[in-house]
């Protein structure tokens, strides 16, 4: 009864791929997020939706594209894949509202080759 | 970038000592305040939050202090065991209640317990 799930755990591709990562709740959350943590730990957002519509798009480059199909479900796709995209990258979600606890997947580690 | 950050990134204790853990913030306008534990190969796990009107808040072994002058934050562990061994952050929400307000994380500090 895994609440945040995130498929694959691990991915290792080459520069120049095009991959994808799901994740799906199965909280009955309205709001889902991605973050990336880079090799020092550091967790930064990278995009959050509400309700299947985008809320924030933090600067990240136009080769990362989330979709939302439907609420329980935020997948990431990223295009032409570089060296710095390698990083553990996570899904969370959260019921709307920003003083809800978030609840993070385990974690898609991607390693660029 | 960032606007949360602690101030050691390690901290090792022995088992049955009380921990503490700092953090500072910078920005003024965060009103809600959350403490993360993250164990090797896994996602965050919600450990305590603390809104900007409150000054403490105490769970089960865990209590966290919010000094809103100095803008620092602190987590007390009572009676640390070795599976409290993992990197905590703190994250502050500037956003409000706004849906899909996001979190700023802190740097993290990694605590090692030794028994």
């Known amino acids: 009864d895994t609440a945040v799930s995130q498929t694959p755990k691990y991915l290792v591709t080459q520069m120049g791929n095009d991959k994808s990562i799901k994740c799906e709740q199965n909280l009955g959350h309205d709001t889902m997020y991605w973050y990336k943590q880079d090799s020092k730990k550091f967790l930064k957002i990278m995009f959050s939706?509400?309700?299947?519509?985008?809320?924030i798009n933090e600067t990240v480059p136009n080769r990362f594209s989330p979709k939302s199909p439907d609420k329980a479900h935020l997948n990431l796709h990223i295009n032409s894949l570089e060296l710095g995209d390698s990083a553990v990258y996570f899904c969370?979600?959260?019921?709307?509202?920003?003083?809800?606890?978030?609840?993070f997947g385990p974690g898609t580690r991607l390693t660029v080759l | 970038g960032e606007s949360v950050g602690l101030h050691l990134p390690t901290l090792s204790v022995q088992e049955g000592d009380n921990s503490i853990i700092n953090c500072a913030y910078s920005?003024?306008?965060?009103?809600?305040f959350i403490w993360y534990k993250q164990e090797s190969g896994k996602g965050p796990q919600f450990i305590i939050d603390i809104r900007s009107n409150m000054d403490k808040r105490q769970g089960q072994r865990v209590t966290v202090l919010l000094n809103k002058t100095v803008k620092h934050l602190s987590l007390q562990i009572a009676a640390t065991q070795p599976g409290d061994s993992a990197v905590y952050f703190c994250?502050?929400?500037?956003?409000?209640?706004?849906?899909?307000?996001?979190?700023?994380f802190g740097k993290g500090t990694t605590l090692s317990v030794s028994s």
């Open positions: 994250a502050e929400n500037i956003g409000g209640n706004q849906a899909g307000t996001a979190l700023i």
């Open positions: 969370a979600s959260s019921q709307a509202g920003g003083y809800n606890e978030q609840f």
């Open positions: 939706y509400n309700n299947k519509e985008l809320i």
């Open positions: 920005n003024s306008a965060s009103d809600y």
